[in-house]
């Protein structure tokens, strides 16, 4: 069976997936003073980050080493409202694909647990 990246067309997709996730956090008053001042890197990163979890290329953990996700989001106050404001717009992002609903289903429920995965205040 093929891999989420190759079904959903892989870099093109998830560069546009992370164009329109980032679309809404830079306008976002409670996500936008989290990230850095220029975006670029952070989208960079991000799209690598997917393609590779998604069964793309490894360029992400080539350049950058081990996802180790938690640590690189530890210095970030992330209670429920940022959690919920970011998975608002990366849902927004994921419908806005056009996906089979099966695809889709599985980005959602990747990105709802990586969301709660990632809160570290409140509780």
Wanted: charged letters at 25%; hydrophobic letters at 45%; zero cysteines.
């Amino acid at each position: 069976m093929a891999s989420l990246y190759e079904r959903v067309g892989g870099e093109p997709f998830f560069t546009a997936l992370v164009e329109r996730f980032y679309a809404g956090v830079a306008t976002d008053p409670l996500l936008r003073p989290l990230y850095p001042e220029q975006l670029e890197a952070s989208k960079v990163h991000l799209a690598l980050f997917l393609e590779q979890y998604w069964g793309g290329p490894t360029t992400y953990s080539d350049q950058r080493g081990h996802p180790r996700l938690r640590m690189r989001h530890a210095h970030f106050l992330i209670g429920a409202a940022e959690r919920d404001a970011w998975l608002r717009h990366m849902t927004s992002a994921v419908k806005a694909a056009g996906l089979d609903e099966a695809d889709e289903g599985e980005l959602l429920a990747y990105f709802a647990m990586a969301a709660r995965s990632l809160e570290n205040v409140g509780g």
